[in-house]
């Protein structure tokens, strides 16, 4: 069973950064891609970034593409989502997330149904 907390959410300015950090209990987390997803109220949960095992391959959502930067420590087991230049629309639950299957070092998922253990999410607000 693989445990996931994330941390660093809270309130921030418009233009402002945070940086959302997930730790991951588990031996075999360099196995996993992982990827990190958000979901706003009254919407569907979207993707937002994701980092193959080695940290070789990152795919970002269009939406937040030139703001947003991944990283993995697996040496630390953590997952890392800086977010800078934040906007209102980045407000959400974020959640992180391991893939379910075993990739390729080049292969990214994007869809929610492709990642198995989730943390409970951290809320980031960004106000106007």
């Known amino acids: 069973q693989v445990q996931l907390v994330e941390s660093g959410g809270g309130l921030v300015q418009s233009g402002g950064s945070l940086r959302l950090s997930c730790a991951v209990s588990?031996?075999?987390?360099?196995?996993?891609?992982m990827g990190w997803f958000r979901q706003a109220p009254g919407k569907e949960r979207e993707f937002v970034a994701a980092?193959?095992?080695?940290?070789?391959?990152?795919y970002y959502a269009d939406s937040v593409k030139g703001r947003f930067t991944i990283s993995r420590d697996n040496a630390k087991n953590t997952v890392n989502l800086e977010m800078n230049s934040l906007k209102p629309e980045d407000t959400a639950v974020y959640y992180c997330?391991?893939?379910?299957?075993?990739?390729?070092?080049?292969?990214?998922?994007?869809?929610?149904?492709?990642?198995?253990?989730w943390g409970q999410g951290t809320q980031v607000t960004v106000s106007s």
């Open positions: 980092i193959s095992r080695t940290g070789r391959a990152t």
């Open positions: 588990t031996r075999t987390f360099g196995n996993y891609h």
């Open positions: 997330a391991t893939d379910r299957s075993f990739l390729s070092d080049s292969v990214i998922h994007t869809s929610s149904y492709e990642y198995e253990y």
